[in-house]
């Protein structure tokens, strides 16, 4: 069988040659040179853009390797019609989005982020001194790679780590999990609150009124998952009274933010904006992902990372 | 003998009185109840302060327990000459500095630093991608108990941690240390260079011009130990010519860093008011190794955290 690879990822002439000479990959197309008029011939596409023709064009498309770990953004219900296998770059993630996480709390636990703010007017000194993560009990939604990773790391600065899937199956790296009814009741017992569930329509408004409710006086809430996990108008009222002391948010729900949120203005907001899993190291560790699908793809294996389309991650 | 104890530090009430039934103190005095005709009684200061009256009123005293780690803010001298004892608080730092470190880090490389500029003027976006701790090389200058804590806790990031001590003694957590000289050839191949060093003479004005230029370009350069340890003119113009990418500093040779100071303006420049040691748990953690000294000092044992007056760490 021969095959073509539509590309939207940037690759270099190295990475290209080691596709087509290691692969036999006939054809090795970046989506800038592609000509809609080979739709037909796609097989594989890495990837994926907004820019691409309809799907039903891709008569011939077997498999997509994403560049992402969230996949909401694709057409799930076509893509289970049809057949077509869906892979992720689940695993490659976790050392950046552990950092941001810790970047995040530390901006506002280690006062850096009310120092930054001041030294725009030159003004020395904080309000209060701070404190440190030592014996902070951590609730974190979601259980995946990203969140395994998350949860060694802020053992290692002291926290008690809690977890919720939607088994209640425990994970290594968390003290205990949870299944979603058990750990709304362990709320409020957590300083810090962390969500990193994929985007789909169980979590749709997750984090509503009646969980912010829940939570600690004076929590920390972090959203690295998906914008639409949580009712926005439900977290600027708790964010207004300082039940959550502290809100930093990676996703929203319409993104990029309208200049028009409440959200920019409010003091106690850290806003990013959806960068938590970019680095410059990322393009590099997705294509280790893709040739190691591709090997598995050309023997027939079955692929690393394959999303369940039904289950939408 | 009689013991009658200063404080300079915020005690509880319970913590008094533990003081007083543990270990006999007749009197725990707050520097603010603190009578200037009773010098002459005191045989312990635990803190320090600009405020009290000249060490020659303190005829009894004997010992010093202060609250911080560097100790450069003494009378060193006139201490040695009167064989007061002097201790620090050693060892509850690295907690709260590690992550500080980190936190100054991270608002770089994960462009928390530039989101939150952009927050105040609703801008969505990053310019670049940043990047992540995985390989990158880190230069400690220190390798006592901060540093060493630091280490251990770069090396989960996957950092490669090197340190600089007098001697080049090998010090646990540390892939390698070098001595001052030979430290100075490592430069160039350091991704983040950060001091940890005491404020001493044989510090002053360590990192200068020529320091600063053996540094690799694009460098991180974290300031955490004290001031003095840098030219500042010097340490501004390898900022403006981007030999350094970004600095970090808590601390300066003028403190609270003037008003028109150059510092206060250049674009990769982070700086926090002195507070990378300050924790909501410090008075907790210092008390109890207040009563640990306390403990030996009755017992008349080598008490923990001495410092070398000559040497003045």
Redesign the interface.
């Known amino acids: 069988m021969t095959h073509f690879l539509l590309t939207c990822v940037e690759l270099t002439e190295t990475q290209r040659s080691y596709l087509q000479t290691t692969f036999s990959i006939n054809q090795v197309v970046p989506i800038e040179m592609f000509d809609r008029a080979d739709s037909g011939k796609v097989t594989i596409i890495y990837g994926w853009s907004d820019t691409l023709p309809s799907l039903t064009h891709f008569s011939s498309l077997k498999w997509i390797q994403t560049l992402s770990a969230g996949v909401n953004y694709l057409p799930l219900e076509e893509l289970a019609k049809r057949n077509i296998i869906v892979t992720t770059t689940s695993g490659i993630h976790g ?2 989005m552990t ?2 996480v ?6 506002y ?5 009310e ?6 007017k ?1 003004e ?3 309000a ?7 014996d902070k009990r951590v609730l974190i939604f979601g259980t995946g790679n990203i969140a395994k990773q998350l949860a060694k ?1 802020l053992q ?3 926290c008690d780590v809690f977890g919720i899937n939607r088994s209640g199956r425990q994970v290594e790296h968390f003290t205990q999990t949870f299944n979603y009814q058990d750990g709304q009741s362990k709320l409020s017992t957590m300083d810090i609150v962390i969500n990193l569930m994929p985007g789909t329509t169980e979590t749709y408004h997750y984090f509503n009124d009646c969980l912010f409710s829940n939570m600690k006086k004076g929590v920390i809430f972090i959203n690295m998952g998906r914008g639409t996990s949580v009712n926005t108008s439900d977290l600027i009222s708790h964010i207004k009274t300082e039940k959550i002391a502290f809100a930093a948010l990676d996703v929203f729900e319409e ?3 309208p ?1 028009d949120s409440e959200l ?2 409010l003091k106690n ?5 959806h ?2 899993g ?5 393009n590099d560790r997705a294509f280790t992902i893709l040739t190691d699908n591709l090997m598995r793809f050309m023997k027939h294996e079955v692929l690393k990372n394959v999303v369940d389309l039904d289950l939408g991650y």
Chains 1, 2 share one sequence.
Not at 102 to 107: A, E, P, Q, R, Y
Not at 115 to 120: T, W
Not at 278 to 282: G, I, R, V
């Open positions: 050392h950046q950092e941001s810790l970047g995040m709390l530390f901006s636990t280690r006062n850096i982020r120092s930054i703010l001041k030294q725009e030159r020395w000194g904080v209060n001194k701070g404190t440190d993560l030592v790391t290692v600065f002291g993104e990029p933010l200049k920019w203005g907001v850290l806003i990013t904006p960068i938590s970019a680095t410059d190291k990322y």
